[in-house]
């Protein structure tokens, strides 16, 4: 079993930056992909950002060049640095962790870019 919890949501003007952290905790393998996902009022969860264990990464779109996603394997802790956010950017966004078979999602955390 893993548990993640993030931190790091809140409320920023469009243009700002926020860093959401996401520190897991209990059985992980080395190979495992760390995720970003996001799901706004009536719309579908969708992956905004994903790291391997060996720090490949991949985007979604809308995103690439505004959010870096990084992990520190030593912490078991993966960080989403998101900068010049857009009010479409507004979600809670939810932590994940794919190992082999099982995945696992954090509790999720509120982001909100509004003036």
């Known amino acids: 079993q893993v548990q993640l919890v993030e931190s790091g949501g809140g409320l920023v003007q469009p243009g700002g930056s926020l860093r959401l952290s996401c520190a897991a905790s209990g059985t992980m393998f080395s190979i495992n992909i760390m995720g970003w996902s996001r799901q706004a009022p009536g719309k579908q969860r969708e992956l905004v950002a994903s790291i391997t264990s060996r720090g490949s990464t991949n985007y979604l779109d809308s995103v690439k060049g505004r959010f870096t996603i990084s992990r520190d394997n030593a912490k078991n802790t993966v960080y989403l640095q998101m900068n010049s956010l857009k009010p479409e950017d507004t979600a809670v966004y939810y932590c994940?962790?794919?190992?082999?078979?099982?995945?696992?999602w954090g509790q999720g955390t509120q982001v909100t870019v509004s003036s």
């Open positions: 994940n962790l794919n190992q082999y078979s099982e995945s696992y």
